[in-house]
């Protein structure tokens, strides 16, 4: 068991959410991915499929998944503010309340940011090379019409631009994360080993003040 909330932010077909899940089950803590979907659309009243679609994606709406959110939303956009900007406020109320519910998994939608000033949080980067990324993603949903190193790219990108939007910092930059891992070299049992053995070794509140990945020096001997 361990007393942090981590966050995972990962390259499309890095394995984050295989890993992320296996570190909350092996912790024994709560996992949100497509739980944090459910708490948003409740929240905002839009739909899960534009949840999906939109909640950590460059801001570029087609009109049948904006005609979705508006007729499934109850009060309708009554504002100015976007879309997309609603759906970041409504995701990043929901981040918080799960984080102070207690130490949980959180998967993406910038939750790394939305919780950088907490210090009982653990940011994780997952990342690993093309070759590996394109044969997970052919394992998992099998070939597509779209090149593979195309939609990769395409899907990374539009992390990049969503997540520099609301941030205003670089997506995958190692000084966001506390550790950055690649799943292609070391494999995703390790990264999974790897952060937990992290969690449950670091120090950080409530006791212990800021989250530190180094042990505390015992004090110097009197006189």
Same mark, same amino acid.
């Given at each position: 068991?361990?007393?942090?909330? +981590?966050?995972?932010?990962?390259?499309f077909?890095?394995?984050?959410?295989? +890993?992320?899940?296996?570190?909350?089950?092996?912790?024994?803590?709560? $996992? $949100?991915?497509?739980?944090?979907?459910?708490?948003?659309?409740?929240?905002?009243?839009?739909?899960?499929?534009f949840?999906?679609?939109i909640?950590? $994606?460059?801001?570029?709406?087609s009109?049948?998944l904006?005609?979705?959110?508006?007729?499934?939303?109850?009060?309708?956009?009554?504002? /100015?503010?976007?879309?997309?900007?609603?759906?970041?406020?409504?995701?990043?109320?929901?981040?918080?309340?799960?984080?102070?519910?207690?130490?949980?998994?959180?998967?993406? =939608?910038?939750?790394?940011?939305?919780?950088?000033? =907490?210090?009982?949080?653990?940011?994780?980067?997952i990342?690993?090379?093309?070759e590996?990324?394109?044969?997970?993603?052919?394992?998992?949903?099998?070939?597509?019409?779209?090149?593979?190193?195309?939609?990769l790219?395409?899907?990374?990108?539009?992390?990049? +631009?969503?997540?520099?939007?609301?941030?205003?910092?670089?997506?995958?930059?190692?000084?966001?994360?506390?550790?950055?891992?690649?799943?292609?070299?070391?494999?995703?049992?390790?990264? /999974?080993?790897?952060?937990?053995?992290?969690?449950?070794?670091?120090?950080?509140?409530?006791?212990?003040?800021?989250?530190?990945l +180094?042990?505390?020096?015992?004090?110097?001997?009197?006189?």
């Amino acid at each position: 068991m361990t007393n942090k909330v +981590i966050t995972i932010s990962r390259m499309f077909g890095s394995g984050g959410r295989t +890993i992320g899940k296996a570190v909350a089950q092996r912790l024994g803590i709560p $996992y $949100y991915d497509k739980e944090l979907v459910d708490a948003v659309a409740k929240e905002s009243g839009f739909s899960h499929e534009f949840i999906e679609e939109i909640g950590e $994606y460059a801001s570029v709406t087609s009109s049948f998944l904006f005609n979705i959110a508006v007729s499934s939303h109850p009060m309708g956009l009554i504002d /100015t503010m976007s879309v997309s900007d609603k759906l970041y406020v409504c995701q990043t109320n929901v981040i918080r309340d799960l984080a102070d519910k207690g130490p949980c998994v959180i998967v993406g =939608r910038c939750a790394d940011y939305i919780l950088k000033d =907490r210090p009982d949080c653990l940011h994780i980067f997952i990342h690993a090379d093309m070759e590996h990324r394109a044969a997970r993603v052919r394992e998992r949903y099998g070939e597509t019409k779209q090149p593979m190193e195309k939609r990769l790219q395409e899907k990374d990108s539009k992390r990049k +631009i969503y997540y520099k939007h609301y941030t205003n910092r670089n997506w995958g930059e190692a000084q966001n994360y506390h550790l950055c891992l690649n799943s292609g070299l070391i494999g995703v049992d390790k990264c /999974t080993d790897i952060i937990c053995d992290v969690a449950e070794m670091v120090s950080g509140p409530p006791d212990d003040g800021p989250l530190s990945l +180094i042990p505390a020096l015992p004090a110097p001997p009197a006189g």
